[in-house]
């Protein structure tokens, strides 16, 4: 016999005869067939091989949970439009379009075995969404539902979905729990949770499970410097903090210092990026075993105010940091901490990497990589 078999032709060769077979490739002979689950497992028949989408993978949160899945042993396929996100943050197969082509989807879905999805693509700038709604409700909730559609067309059950804090709003206490009532104060946290609501109904409508991931505050780059937060217009505090370190921003703002914390400033929970990239992981374990529609805090319990952050990048950094103090920004609460019981007993998650220092401490590694901070004369001159 000549000729490549997908996977699933193999199988059905191997119910009607008994034995091996010998695969050509390219009109040359390869390999001797005895199992077809090894002629798998080569990749032989590879657009049969099982593969998880990840949306949004070639962005901050997503390449390193595709770096997580690859260590688990799975095949990743990465739908990125690279408007935020970089094709050198991953190493796989990568397409790179938007979810709104529906033709782009049904092609993907397709053209491989998916077998659960993972959802990281959005816009995620809260000032940027109260200026600008209606992208927040195209990118987050409209082409959400594309991706939701398709999978209902091919068959595809299992999903991961990026949600966020910013769904709670202004919650009246901390540490909050999951039942704590939603009550987004701006539009991207309202299209979070117009998206969770969408799941609930999908895994009972069509049998679509999802585990939810509200994330706090996503810190901190891979232990071995390869990845990092590399936003184009950046808004979060630690990277802002260690650009003022690195002297490529001369202030740091900190937008208001009158809330009801401790110090003044507002206060967040901050979660290295690899353990929340290992929280994917265990979502996916979770589907494995159960179906139905899950929603888990991801962060640590532990609060840290702007000041605090600001004084251990300049332990960690032995930079100083200059501040001045500005208004609140619009729509910032005061303080927002997980109770994160629920996904450490259900799950088995634990932080490893979330101490304040770790988390800092991988930043800075990987910035100063990022500003090629270790040629810098100014810099060495300035430290000797
Ligand atoms: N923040 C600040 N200065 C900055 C950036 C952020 O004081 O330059 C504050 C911000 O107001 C918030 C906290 O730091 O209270 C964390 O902000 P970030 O944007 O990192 O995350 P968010 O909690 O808003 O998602």
Known sequence: MRFMPTFQELEELLKEHDGEFLVFDNERPRLVILDPKKYDNLGMGSQHRSKILVTGGAGYIGSHTVKALQKAGHDVLVIDDLSTGSAASVDCQLVVGSLSNQELLKQIFSQNRIEAVLHFAGSIIVEESVLNPAKYFQNNVVCGLNLLNCMVQFGVKKFIYSSSAAVYGNPQKVPIKEDTPCLPTNPYGETKLIFEKILKWYAETHDISSVVLRYFNAAGAEVDGSLGENHPVETHLIPKVLQVAAKQEAVLSIFGADYPTPDGTAVRDYIHVVDLAKAHILGLDKLKQESGHFVYNVGTGQGHSVKEIIDAVMEVTGKMVMIEQSARRPGDPAALVADAGKIRDELGFQPAH???????????????????????KNLEAETA
């Open 354 to 376: 979330s101490d304040i220092n770790s988390i800092i401490s991988s930043a800075w590694n990987w910035h100063k990589k990022l500003y090629n901070l270790e040629k810098s």
